[in-house]
């Protein structure tokens, strides 16, 4: 059953805000024997379960996608990954969510090169506008958002069409996306949700991180901290 996609802020290129949400959103329940860390609930949602994206104790949906920095080899998630996981969405022109959504993975990067774990944490961030994210547009990214390409735990995947696209990441995901209808069409945009999920070694969501509008100053912040903290007490459980 596909899940409901999360309706977005038109033309701001920022997630929707719901009331009396957090940044970190739990399943509501204790996940099972599938996750290592505890739930966390997400106030004002009775069922977290019914988010459009996957959260606490649900298994990371898969997607086999072209990686274009890996001479388009195709990639599975999360089949091809003993590792653990860390997953986005974003597309390069953007230039309010996703600037965001890369700094925190980059910086989560940083760490687990820090602790010496940066070979069991893989980075993966899907692009939803295949038509400008290309190979050249992604290595621009990268640099100029200090993703470290030498690491090898940092992957660029592409849909093949922008139909494709809408499948995997938002009907599959459940990461909704709308295209802006500038005159200039060249410089069209996305209004879309920022959700980053962290995913245990054995394919399971164990956090989903939404991050906020930037203009509500009452929206809690996700922040480096907190993902890193997740991810030292995933690492230190599963061994």
Same mark, same amino acid.
């Given at each position: 059953?596909?899940?409901? &996609?999360?309706?977005?802020?038109?033309?701001?290129?920022?997630?929707?805000?719901?009331?009396?949400?957090?940044? #970190?959103?739990?399943?509501?329940?204790?996940?099972?024997?599938?996750?290592?860390?505890?739930?966390?609930? =997400?106030?004002?949602?009775?069922?977290?379960?019914?988010?459009?994206?996957? &959260?606490?104790?649900? !298994?990371? %949906?898969?997607?086999t996608?072209?990686?274009?920095?890996?001479?388009?080899?195709?990639?599975? $998630? %999360?089949?091809?990954?003993?590792?653990?996981?860390l997953?986005?969405? $974003?597309?390069?022109?953007? #230039?309010?969510?996703?600037?965001?959504?890369? *700094?925190?993975?980059?910086?989560t990067?940083?760490?687990?090169?820090? +602790?010496?774990?940066?070979?069991?944490?893989?980075?993966?961030?899907?692009?939803?506008d295949?038509?400008?994210?290309? !190979?050249? !547009?992604?290595? +621009? =990214? *990268?640099?100029?958002?200090?993703?470290?390409?030498?690491?090898?735990? =940092?992957?660029?995947?592409?849909?093949?069409?922008?139909?494709?696209?809408? +499948?995997?990441?938002?009907? @599959?995901?459940? $990461?909704?996306?709308?295209? &802006?209808?500038? +005159? @200039?069409?060249? *410089?069209?945009?996305?209004?879309? *949700?920022?959700? $980053?999920?962290?995913? @245990?070694?054995?394919?399971?969501?164990?956090?989903a991180?939404k991050?906020?509008?930037?203009? @509500?100053?009452?929206?809690?912040?996700?922040?480096?901290?907190?993902?890193?903290?997740?991810?030292?007490t995933?690492?230190?459980?599963?061994?």
């Amino acid at each position: 059953m596909r899940k409901r &996609t999360l309706l977005a802020s038109v033309g701001s290129g920022v997630a929707l805000s719901l009331s009396g949400c957090m940044g #970190m959103l739990g399943s509501g329940s204790d996940g099972g024997s599938n996750t290592y860390l505890d739930a966390k609930e =997400w106030e004002g949602v009775d069922d977290p379960s019914n988010l459009p994206f996957p &959260t606490h104790g649900q !298994a990371l %949906p898969s997607a086999t996608l072209p990686a274009p920095l890996r001479d388009d080899t195709e990639v599975s $998630i %999360p089949d091809d990954f003993e590792t653990d996981l860390l997953v986005t969405f $974003i597309y390069t022109n953007c #230039m309010t969510m996703c600037p965001r959504l890369t *700094a925190l993975m980059a910086q989560t990067q940083d760490y687990a090169r820090e +602790e010496g774990y940066s070979d069991q944490v893989s980075f993966v961030e899907t692009s939803f506008d295949p038509a400008r994210d290309d !190979a050249d !547009a992604f290595r +621009e =990214w *990268a640099d100029k958002h200090r993703v470290e390409m030498d690491d090898g735990n =940092w992957y660029f995947l592409r849909p093949q069409s922008k139909e494709r696209a809408k +499948e995997v990441v938002q009907e @599959n995901y459940g $990461i909704h996306f709308t295209k &802006t209808e500038p +005159e @200039n069409m060249d *410089a069209y945009m996305f209004s879309h *949700a920022g959700v $980053i999920l962290l995913v @245990n070694q054995d394919g399971y969501v164990e956090r989903a991180y939404k991050l906020q509008a930037q203009r @509500n100053p009452d929206s809690p912040r996700v922040s480096r901290q907190q993902i890193t903290d997740d991810l030292a007490t995933l690492r230190e459980r599963e061994g």
